[in-house]
């Protein structure tokens, strides 16, 4: 028994993909221009698809599971479970509007013309607005849309903004934040369950690895109950006694979030020596 994962065959979502996947400690061979590979140390063979393709074969069964942005999942709307967001292929959908134009709130796109690769995001948001829009569906450049006459505002992905303002648009209203997620088909097997249970053990294992950071320091022993108090840790801090007298050493387990304003205020209560040291897996 395998499971089918379908990916997307090309750009950066492939490849953060595929590094997720090995991270994992899945074995693949992505040669180019291949269409599917299996791996050779996990139940699991891999398709090579159009990220837009992949909700449906998802659906229909073709494949098992798939790695695709949220804001695909949601735009082709297919009876697919999302299992896991994977923290890789962040952007924002958003509404864009001329840098003229005075903006003052979500109203302003009411019977305004808008051109965007996301009509049912947009549709869907609009409503839970109370708004009505002259949506004009387009496959890509939608960022010249406003510039050659064709629509008032856009609706379109963002990530740095440096598009929109090279095209004279400026971001207004953020519709969606999205990011790639694990999908899969809503009728797997007994087995097949199983497996994708175990898949994603290994993909939360790394992903707590990458938001946490495995720290050790010097502590005096007279500020140890303060330094201590510090560390929140995955149960409570290691510590050990140092070969000078009056001296421990303390190992914890920081979260990236509040990494620095712990090691600051762990400074402040006399901590030395301070260590940080990636983590590569991490079970809890």
């Given at each position: 028994?395998?499971l089918?994962?379908a990916?997307?065959?090309?750009g950066?979502?492939?490849?953060?993909?595929?590094?997720?996947?090995?991270?994992?400690?899945i074995d693949?061979?992505?040669?180019?221009?291949?269409?599917?590979?299996?791996?050779?140390?996990?139940?699991?063979?891999?398709?090579?698809?159009?990220?837009?393709?992949?909700?449906?074969?998802?659906?229909?069964?073709?494949?098992?599971?798939?790695?695709?942005g949220?804001?695909v999942?949601?735009?082709?709307?297919?009876?697919v479970?999302?299992?896991e967001?994977?923290?890789?292929?962040?952007?924002?959908?958003?509404?864009?509007?001329?840098?003229?134009?005075?903006?003052?709130?979500?109203?302003?796109?009411?019977?305004?013309?808008?051109?965007?690769?996301?009509?049912?995001?947009?549709?869907?948001?609009?409503?839970?607005?109370?708004?009505?829009a002259?949506?004009?569906?387009?496959?890509?450049?939608?960022?010249?849309?406003?510039?050659?006459?064709?629509?008032?505002?856009?609706c379109d992905?963002?990530?740095?903004?440096?598009?929109?303002?090279?095209?004279?648009?400026?971001?207004v209203?953020?519709?969606?934040?999205?990011?790639?997620?694990l999908?899969?088909?809503?009728?797997?097997?007994?087995?097949?369950?199983?497996?994708?249970?175990?898949l994603?053990?290994?993909?939360?294992?790394?992903k707590k690895?990458?938001?946490?950071?495995?720290?050790?320091?010097n502590?005096?022993?007279?500020?140890l109950?303060?330094?201590?108090s510090?560390?929140p840790?995955?149960?409570?801090?290691?510590?050990l006694?140092?070969?000078?007298?009056?001296?421990?050493?303390?190992?914890?387990?920081?979260?990236?979030?509040?990494?620095?304003?712990?090691?600051?205020?762990?400074?402040?209560?006399?901590a030395?020596?301070?260590?940080?040291?990636?983590?590569?897996?991490?079970?809890?």
């Open positions: 028994m395998k089918r994962i990916i997307q065959k090309s950066r979502l492939h490849d953060d993909s595929i590094k997720l996947l090995k991270e994992c400690g693949i061979n992505n040669g180019v221009n291949k269409l599917k590979t299996e791996a050779s140390n996990f139940p699991l063979e891999v398709f090579f698809l159009r990220d837009d393709d992949i909700p449906q074969y998802v659906e229909d069964g073709v494949a098992d599971l798939g790695i695709v949220e804001n999942v949601l735009e082709k709307n297919r009876p479970r999302t299992v967001k994977l923290g890789f292929g962040k952007c924002r959908l958003s509404l864009a509007v001329s840098k003229s134009v005075e903006y003052n709130g979500v109203k302003d796109m009411d019977k305004l013309r808008i051109a965007t690769s996301y009509p049912v995001i947009l549709e869907k948001f609009l409503k839970e607005h109370g708004l009505t002259d949506i004009h569906e387009i496959s890509g450049s939608v960022e010249i849309a406003p510039g050659i006459g064709l629509a008032d505002a856009i992905l963002v990530s740095s903004g440096s598009t929109l303002f090279m095209n004279g648009l400026k971001e209203e953020v519709i969606l934040k999205s990011e790639a997620v999908i899969s088909n809503s009728s797997l097997t007994t087995e097949q369950e199983a497996i994708l249970r175990k994603q053990f290994r993909i939360q294992a790394v690895a990458k938001n946490n950071k495995y720290i050790l320091l502590a005096p022993n007279d500020k109950k303060e330094i201590i510090l560390l840790g995955m149960k409570s801090p290691t510590v006694p140092l070969a000078e007298e009056g001296w421990s050493s303390v190992h914890s387990v920081l979260n990236e979030n509040d990494f620095w304003d712990i090691i600051e205020s762990l400074k402040e209560a006399g030395q020596g301070i260590l940080v040291v990636p983590i590569e897996k991490m079970i809890i």
